[in-house]
């Protein structure tokens, strides 16, 4: 295998493409699935410009095209705007090998694209094993505050206070 050569640890295949090429592919896939029409020309590069918001038009196109990589910083941005994960855009973009960091070895921890469960604050304090009666009320009390609270931003965001 060549050092420009890519094995996927997924698939213990070799890509001979280049980075750029690998990561361009993968970002028009997952672009094309999150509803962006990214045919040269048709609108969706630049609706996909405003949704990374850190990128020029044109090293968008350049990226989508497999010519250019972004700047690692940019790609968390990037997997937001085509609802990805961030982990397969770094090992597509060679900035971390498949190895380094495994497919489903992130812990539980939630990439940008990940629904979570819905959890009560109660079956959180279960998970976390808070079992003090003082301790588990304060956090449960608090984390209904928050999330009432965060309802509330929401629906003045919306416009709609007042309106349930």
Not at 39 to 58: D, E, K, N, P, Y
Not at 104 to 127: H, I
Not at 130 to 143: A, K, P
Request: proline share 4%.
């Amino acid at each position: 295998m060549r050092s420009t050569d890519h094995k996927s640890p997924e698939t213990d295949e070799v890509d001979t493409r280049t980075p750029a090429q690998r990561l361009g592919a993968l970002v028009t896939e997952l672009a094309t699935k999150a509803g962006y029409d990214v045919t040269s020309g048709s609108g969706g590069r630049a609706a996909l410009v405003r949704a990374i918001g850190s990128m020029s038009q044109s090293a968008v196109s350049r990226m989508l095209e497999g010519k250019t990589l972004p700047m690692p910083n940019q790609l968390e941005a990037i997997a937001r705007a085509v609802h990805g994960d961030v982990r397969d855009l770094l090992v597509a973009s060679g900035v971390i090998s498949g190895h380094s960091w495994p497919k489903n070895a992130n812990g539980g921890v939630l990439s940008s694209n990940s629904q979570p469960t819905r959890l009560t604050p109660e079956e959180a304090a279960d998970l976390w094993g808070i079992t003090d009666v003082g301790v588990r009320g304060m956090l449960v009390e608090s984390v209904n505050t928050a999330i009432r609270l965060q309802n509330e931003a929401d629906s003045r965001a919306r416009g709609d206070a007042g309106r349930r």
